[in-house]
Nanobody, 122 residues
Framework: QVQLVESGGGLVHTGGSLRVSCAGSGRTFSGLAMGWFRQAPGKNRENVAA????????IYTNTVKGRFTVSRDNAKNTVYLQMNSLEPEDTAVYYC???????????????WGQGTQVTVFS
């Protein structure tokens, strides 16, 4: 029903900024909550941010609050993650996922992209 493709990853210096994008296909995109996840080497996948279908509600994991911003443009079937003040600890493969929004954020994920690499060097 939905296909997701991430882009915008790359190599950035500590303190720099990067914006990753997730382009979706399928007419149900605008009705889905979206989440950004990341997985670093040797670590479990973590939910970095999420946004509800209308873009009126967002959540962030504590380590990125104040630095990352998730947004979406449903007319373009795209969700974004703006990452500022990047740190080496942010280095990971970033994935977007689509699912349903619950009382505490993204309650389930049904569709996943292939990921985009973000590397932050000092």
């Amino acid at each position: 029903q939905v296909q997701l493709v991430e882009s915008g990853g790359g190599l950035v210096h500590t303190g720099g900024s990067l914006r990753v994008s997730c382009a979706g296909s399928g007419r149900t995109f605008s009705g889905l909550a979206m989440g950004w996840f990341r997985q670093a080497p040797g670590k479990n996948r973590e939910n970095v941010a999420a946004i509800n279908w209308s873009g009126t509600r967002t959540i962030y994991t504590n380590t990125v609050k104040g630095r990352f911003t998730v947004s979406r443009d449903n007319a373009k079937n795209t969700v974004y993650l703006q990452m500022n003040s990047l740190e080496p600890e942010d280095t990971a493969v970033y994935y977007c996922a689509a699912g349903l929004w619950g009382a505490q954020g993204l309650s389930r994920t049904d569709y996943w992209g292939q990921g985009t690499q973000v590397t932050v060097f000092s």
